[in-house]
């Protein structure tokens, strides 16, 4: 098991994860919305690595909406449901690094009551967590397609999830990786920024749909579904470019797979 690094948001991993614990899992608002497929299929992989999956059902929001558009007070009351909801889990999974940055990194700037950080840093994004508390390196799947990924700015730049999302998707059987050109570069999305800074947005999103294309790939993946919305969008806006796919990565790593 890999250690957290001491650069990116700081997480609760002592004691490690023991085989049969129950693991609490976060559903971000816009994937039980628009996007259950990636829910069933977040649960499927813990389910087969020995994690029994426990799905709070008051759970709502984690706040980062009202946080990003600078709504603190209406963010915190959202925040303290959240961990009024999850504090009897150890652990929580979350296949979204953006909701999952938003418990562990900013919860304690909303908040900085040690309970409420304390529970957010039990949140664990779904690969990071599949990686470095489970010991995945394989999940089994078959996906023959050729394959280019997008790495949302929150999981990256807050959290760190930089390897675990790479290495899983170079292990499926079947999926030639296709290197996206300037892998660093933000989507456009962020969020509220997409609404209150369209043009801009749209700008940015063009150039990640332009590197998309010279790839190669026939499908993007990434563990925000929330920036493959957005990416989704422009590469449908085109007719040359509507024939790319996009998808959450949850739902590439249960490809081909029975449980």
Not at 77 to 89: A, L, M, S, T
Not at 144 to 171: A, F, N, Q, Y
Request: hydrophobic letters at 40%.
């Amino acid at each position: 098991m890999s250690q957290s690094n001491p650069t990116v948001a700081p997480r609760q991993d002592d004691p490690p994860y023991q085989t049969g614990e129950p693991v609490a899992l976060f559903i971000p608002c816009y994937i039980d919305q628009f996007f259950p497929a990636i829910a069933q299929a977040t649960a499927k992989l813990l389910n087969r690595f020995g994690a029994p999956v426990v799905y709070p059902p008051e759970q709502t929001c984690c706040g980062q909406p009202a946080f990003n558009s600078g709504y603190w007070d209406e963010a915190r009351g959202v925040i303290r449901h959240f961990c009024d909801v999850f504090e009897p889990y150890r652990w929580i999974v979350c296949p979204s690094g953006s909701c999952t940055a938003m418990c562990r990194v900013f919860f304690g700037h909303v908040d900085p009551d040690p309970r409420i950080v304390g529970i957010g840093r039990r949140v664990f994004e779904l690969t990071e967590f599949l990686v470095d508390m489970l010991g995945v390196t394989d999940t089994g799947a078959t996906f023959p397609h050729r394959v280019t990924v997008h790495l949302g700015c929150h999981g990256r730049r807050e959290l760190g999830v930089i390897d675990p999302p790479m290495r899983l998707l170079k292990s499926v059987r079947g999926l030639t990786y296709c290197e996206l050109p300037d892998l660093a570069d933000c989507c456009g999305f962020g969020g509220t920024f997409s609404v209150k800074m369209p043009g801009m947005s749209l700008a940015m999103g063009g150039t990640k749909v332009e590197n998309v294309v010279r790839s190669g790939a026939e499908v993007v993946v990434s563990n925000d579904i929330s920036c493959m919305m957005h990416v989704s969008g422009l590469l449908r806006r085109d007719p040359a470019t509507r024939h790319i796919e996009t998808m959450h990565i949850a739902e590439v790593l249960a490809a081909g797979t029975r449980d």
